[in-house]
């Protein structure tokens, strides 16, 4: 089962302190993509870092309708910060807001005009904020034909006659955690009778978490309770519930399903048996050929959403063809920081060694300490024979400019990192990638030594 976030707002500064958890534990929660949503323009550039950092996360970008009257924008505007957002899977939140009205109405009606016909220059979907406004919303949605660029009404409580003409011109219906509330037997009505091929679900987070949450922060792993509540009014099971709001999430958004068969999840170089386990990191290595070209002999490495530990090891074993035992090593690589996913790296990793696997390293950017807050490496012991830790740098301004870590005190946090492993990991080695401007390899060598570890020098391009 995957479940998915239509709308959610992991750019906003609720998630600055624990953004890596939240994640962990929507993905504990089966969520398999969220659709992250900055709503003014000014967040382009952190929604790029977002979405390209997270497997499964993907962004949207627009004007919100209660920031239309700070400064007016244009259809270039839109496109720049389009383009600057990076691959981006829809043009919104856009719409009307007369609940509110923290901006001005014919201001939020241009806006959202304006959204409209730059979505359909773009050939990219909207998401579309509506509150209070429902006669104006749908008349504008018509007068500019935006089922020509397709829609969805997130975060869904108008009226049952609003969700009729919707789904009439073929837009999608996004409920959140509002449809769990004791006083919302009318939108669970509506929810009851949607056409499964129109429905999504979402948390609009940090706002509307869903009973048993509400009044706490809301975060994506809460999506489930939205899910099980329309899975018990439409009489469905929550498995149908997860598939069809996947499947019209991937249709709308125009994300191709993943596969593990169409994706490496484990390859082979050498001896080595490698596993390819997220695509995300907290790190932005200007030199990693994840953001042009994730490439790694002839193993294409991009992955679309975090394989589950079934995955893997079904694709440990179709190619060992059954026999682990004949690699020197298993190896936790991939074009992504495979501590990010720490309970699925242990299973594994378990697995691994109970299948005969003779030796478990871990290729990390040395970063699960910070990341967890707290000292994962004892849980290393017995499962993890060595570990490879990317030092890259002889002091934190040069590993900051080549790295852009999205965490504060990364650097010393890695350093911090390679002696508690040590008490843990029979092998440590560090290494730094000579060709690197400002790289002193000598000064790198000397830091693995007086910590105690190995050291090994990379070059830089030479991959695996
Ligand atoms: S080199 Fe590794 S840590 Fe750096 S961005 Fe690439 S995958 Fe992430």
Redesign the pocket.
């Known amino acids: 089962m995957i479940l998915t976030d239509s709308h959610a707002h992991l750019d906003f500064p609720d998630y600055d302190h624990d953004l890596p958890e939240v994640l962990e534990r929507a993905e504990q929660a089966q969520i398999g993509f969220i659709n992250t949503i900055a709503t003014r323009l000014g967040q382009a550039a952190y929604l790029r870092q977002l979405t390209a950092r997270w497997s499964g996360m993907v962004g949207s970008i627009g004007v919100h309708p209660h920031y239309t009257s700070e400064a007016p924008v244009t259809e270039a505007d839109l496109t720049a910060a389009c383009r600057q957002a990076g691959p981006i899977v829809a043009l919104g939140e856009t719409g009307l807001d007369f609940h509110y009205q923290f901006s001005d109405r014919q201001h939020q009606i241009d806006s959202f005009r304006l959204h409209i016909r730059t979505a359909q220059a773009l050939g990219l979907p909207l998401i579309v904020h509506s509150r209070e406004a429902e006669a104006e919303t749908m008349a504008i949605m018509e007068q500019e034909q935006a089922w020509r660029c397709g829609a969805v009404l997130h975060c869904f409580t108008a009226s049952d006659a609003m969700a009729r003409w919707a789904v009439e011109r073929g837009f999608y219906l996004s409920f959140s955690g509002v449809v769990t509330f004791k006083t919302a037997d009318t939108l669970r009505q509506t929810a009851a009778w949607i056409p499964s091929d129109r429905l999504l679900i979402e948390t609009d987070c940090p706002y509307l978490s869903p009973i048993p949450h509400r009044g706490k922060r809301n975060e994506p792993a809460y999506v489930v309770h939205t899910a099980a509540v329309l899975a018990e009014v439409r009489h469905q099971d929550l498995t149908t519930i997860a598939d069809c709001t996947t499947s019209n999430f991937q249709q709308l958004f125009r994300i191709a399903p993943a596969s593990s068969s169409s994706e490496t999840l484990a390859y082979t170089i050498g001896d080595g048996l490698y596993l390819n386990v997220t695509h995300g990191?907290t790190?932005?290595?200007q030199?990693?050929p994840?953001w042009t070209a994730p490439i790694v002999h002839h193993y294409d490495l991009s992955l679309r959403r975090n394989p589950s530990v079934q995955q893997l090891l079904t694709a440990i074993e179709q190619v060992s063809e059954g026999d682990i035992s004949r690699y020197h090593e298993i190896v936790f690589c991939?074009?992504?920081?495979s501590t990010l996913r720490l309970n699925v790296l242990l299973e594994v990793a378990a697995e691994v060694k109970r299948r005969g696997g003779r030796r478990v390293r871990i290729n990390t950017?040395g970063l699960a300490n910070r990341v967890y807050g707290r000292d994962v490496t004892p849980q290393f012991r017995g499962l993890i024979d060595a570990i490879s830790i990317?030092l890259n740098a002889q002091d934190e301004e040069t590993y900051n400019r080549h790295?852009q870590p999205a965490l504060s005190g990364s650097y010393a946090a890695m350093l911090a990192f390679v002696e508690a492993v040590r008490q843990h990991v029979p092998e440590v080695t560090l290494t730094a990638i000579r060709g690197l401007p400002g790289v002193d390899i000598d000064a790198c060598r000397r830091i693995a030594d007086t910590l105690g570890v190995h050291f090994r020098m990379r070059i830089l391009h030479q991959l695996g």
């Open positions: 990191c790190l932005h290595c030199f990693c994840k991939g074009y992504g920081e950017d990317s790295c």
